[in-house]
């Protein structure tokens, strides 16, 4: 008995001596490390790198319109199809290159039989171009977004949306949001479209001298000169509810002016400032005149945030031009350009920059048939083979110095 218990002590001892042991190999790297994890500070310790401020670069356009000779110009006789890929081959790096790219798409889709104005109706092929071409959204709300009624207006929506597009301007259902949000870059962006109304008897919603069904005004972003100030905290309202959804950069685009008229009037400075002050937007992009009108920063009479705004973009492509209006700015327009730098951690943009790319809209003709293209007035003008063998330089330089005059760039 007493060897046995002898035997059972010696063997307690050992068990508690060996508890001690790998206490001590557990501990002593601790005690005498003087870091949590063990292992001995570096002489050295790599500094934290700051954050580095996300780069964002956003790209619009304005009007892209189909006259009815785009229509004849772009069909092929053989495929019985229409094809309009070849009209941005010169502007498709740049859109194709920016980290988000809208155009606003002023024409409807609402299927054959395809008009020019004044209802603008376009083959689904032109959609199919825009993709190429590299836009990512798509605008709808435009004075001649009602062309083909209510049906006209869906099916425009329901095409560009099926062919990749996320659309804003217009929607299918009053449960839907009034502004499209995507993510760039893991920034959530949110593209608020708005246009103007035209004045109609008693107090509907008119479009373009249409007057629209109350059905079909709750499917569209638009706002009227006559309740201005009522609608802008409409406007107001829809920005308020992007940002409590996640928008972290808010765009607005307007759809205002005056054909034809190469300044902005008092109306859109006013609804520029109001937008500036009230609205917590970063950009503001804008069309409809179908001519060139300034860019420039509105300061924030709140806070003095500076907001790049593009008065009018012009048109991106149409057949308005010297030959069909007497008027050489309806040919202009820009590729409109913010750069940013978001810094996420902290929600705010750090720096902010605008700048313009004039364009030039070139029509010639090759046997019988009209080619429009898109000509970017960059440093590759002089070699421009389209140019070279249309004869047309001469009017892409004119061109050039006319929107550097409208624009007020240096």
Known sequence: ???????????????????????????????????????????????????????????????????RSQLASQYDSSTKKYDYTNNYKYVKDYISQADLALCNVETTFAGAPYSGYPDFCAPDELADALKDAGFDVAITSNNHMMDRGGYGLKRTVEVLRNKGFLTA???????????????????????????????????????????????????????????????????????????????????????????????????QRYIAQQSADHM???????????????????????????????????????????ETLDNRYTEEGILAKVHLKYLKSQGKITDIKMSAIPTWVEKYTTGSKPIYEIIPLDDNLQKNETLKASGHLSRAEAALEDANGLLKKD
Not at 30 to 56: H, K, T
Not at 218 to 247: H, M, P, V, W
Not at 283 to 291: G, N, Q, R, T
Request: charged fraction near 20%; proline fraction near 5%; glycine fraction near 6%.
């Open 169 to 267: 301007g217009s929607r299918l259902d009053p449960q839907e949001k009034r502004y499209a949000m995507i993510e760039v870059k893991g920034v959530k962006v949110a593209v608020v479209p708005y246009t103007y109304e035209t004045p109609v008897s008693g107090t509907g919603t008119g479009i373009n001298g249409r007057v629209i069904s109350s059905e079909n005004a709750e499917l569209i972003n638009s706002f009227s000169y006559q309740t201005l100030d009522q609608d802008l905290e409409q406007i107001k309202r829809t920005c308020d509810e992007a940002r409590t959804d996640g928008a972290e950069i808010v765009i607005l685009y307007y759809h205002w002016g005056e054909e034809y008229q190469t300044s902005a009037n008092r109306w």
């Open 280 to 322: 917590n937007v970063d950009m503001i992009f804008a069309s409809h005149p179908h001519v060139l009108q300034e860019m420039e920063y509105v300061k924030s009479q709140k806070d003095g945030k500076e907001i790049p705004v593009f008065f009018s973009m012009g048109n991106f492509i149409s057949n308005q031009r010297i």
């Open 1 to 67: 008995m007493i060897e046995n218990a002898e035997r059972k002590n010696r063997f307690t001892a050992l068990l508690i001596t060996a508890f001690i042991a790998v206490g001590c190999l557990i501990a002593f790297p601790l005690l005498f490390s003087g870091c949590s994890n063990g292992v001995a500070p570096s002489e050295n310790p790599v500094p934290q790198q700051p954050e580095q401020p996300i780069d964002l670069n956003i790209l619009c356009v304005g009007d892209v319109m189909v006259h």
